[in-house]
């Protein structure tokens, strides 16, 4: 088996090839999405490993796919990976159409405030933070989690990237700009620094405690409790400021893989423990700008040329498919899949997907200095 041809199969640890699909989630997957939110590292607020929430989220999707949507508001759309000839799902990743459609979607906006004294002659730039809600029209790229066995391969960027397959199909749907909130730094005790020099003034409670509180009930009480004033950084703990706008060590290949996608730093985190939010316009993200529709063509597995790797979907709302196939192209544009990979994306002959390239350019680590 050649490289490529690799890429298109995920290898378990004990060798045996699985084909993967990314999928909307089903009612039958909620066991499956409680032990993913139980094992997510760090804990999801978006993502928390309760049942009832859970079941309301599978709901909550199954309504948005089967929906006539002409403009993003509160619909969630929940997909997993999964491997549906064993009935076992690896994976799971959301889309929240508009991040605060329910309810403000609350961050921290880094700012600098200038201090000058003509009489002193005394000029000083202060770095500041400012509770904002300026994201709150964003689709919000989240809920992330994936099997262990999975992290590196190219099922992790199948299940990331599935989602923007899914947007550049139905853009009426969703936001011009996406947005993901990546989880901030936790120290050796798995707390926040951030939190510890900010938010525990505010509710005596650790980051763990609010994080689950977050996840379980509504995140109303932000507004009503922290301080509506900006947080002057020379103020906070070294630990704490250092701690603002860095990811989780877990997610840093995630936070990667998104930066060569075309997402660029945004100046706000997140209001609990100061990770990175990225952003971007959705159509100059690479999956955007390199994805093109094909007919397809069946041909046997081993007539198929050597190519490189792409993500491959269906058109079907409601029954979206995406995977990993070759990218190999006939004389006439046709796009040439195994008999396998056509009944995973549920297409027939004659029928377009669409399909971008799996490889992502090299990082661009970005600052936008602009208003989000």
């Known amino acids: 088996m050649s490289e490529q041809q690799a890429a298109s199969v995920v290898l378990t640890e004990e060798g045996a090839s699985r084909m993967l699909v990314v999928r909307p989630v089903k009612a039958s997957d909620l066991t499956a999405l409680e032990q993913l939110a139980e094992h997510a590292v760090p804990k ?69 405030l200038i201090h000058a004294s003509q009489q002193l002659n005394v000029r000083r730039e202060v770095q500041t933070l400012a509770l904002s809600h300026e994201v709150s029209d964003a689709t919000l790229l989240c809920a992330f989690s994936l099997n262990p066995r999975y992290k590196g391969t190219s099922a992790e960027s199948l299940l990331r990237r599935a989602r923007l397959m899914f947007i550049a199909q139905y853009p009426e749907r969703f936001s011009r700009i996406l947005a993901v909130a990546f989880p901030g730094y936790l120290d050796a005790h798995n707390e926040s620094p951030f939190w510890e020099s900010v938010g525990r003034h505010f509710f005596a409670r650790s980051f763990q405690d609010i994080n689950h509180i977050a996840g379980v009930r509504s995140k109303s009480f932000i507004a009503e409790v922290m301080p509506q004033f900006p947080l002057y950084l020379p103020l906070l703990t070294p630990q704490a400021r250092a701690a603002i706008g860095r990811e989780h060590p877990a997610h840093e290949e995630a936070l990667e893989e998104m930066l060569a996608e075309g997402f660029v730093r945004s100046r706000h985190v997140d209001i609990f423990d100061a990770g990175p939010i990225v952003k971007a316009e959705r159509e100059r993200l690479e999956t955007f700008r390199s994805a093109a529709w094909h007919p397809v063509r069946i041909r046997p597995e081993h007539a198929l040329p050597d190519a490189e790797p792409a993500l491959v979907a269906n058109q079907k709302l409601g029954e979206f498919r995406c995977i990993v196939a070759r990218y190999a192209l006939s004389p006439t544009g046709q796009l040439m899949l195994s008999a396998e990979h056509a009944e995973r994306l549920g297409v027939t002959e004659g029928r377009a997907v669409l399909a971008a390239p799996l490889t992502l350019p090299t990082v661009v680590d970005a600052l936008d ?4």
């Open 44 to 112: 999801l607020t978006n993502l928390p490993a309760n049942r009832e929430r859970l079941q309301e989220r599978i709901a909550r999707s199954q309504d948005a796919f089967n929906g006539d949507v002409e403009f993003p508001e509160n619909e969630h759309y929940t997909f997993v990976l999964a491997d549906d000839t064993r009935e076992e799902v690896l994976g799971t990743a959301t889309i929240r159409a508009q991040a605060g459609a329910n309810e403000a979607y609350y961050t921290y906006r880094q700012e600098t």
């Open 369 to 372: 200095e602009g208003e989000m």
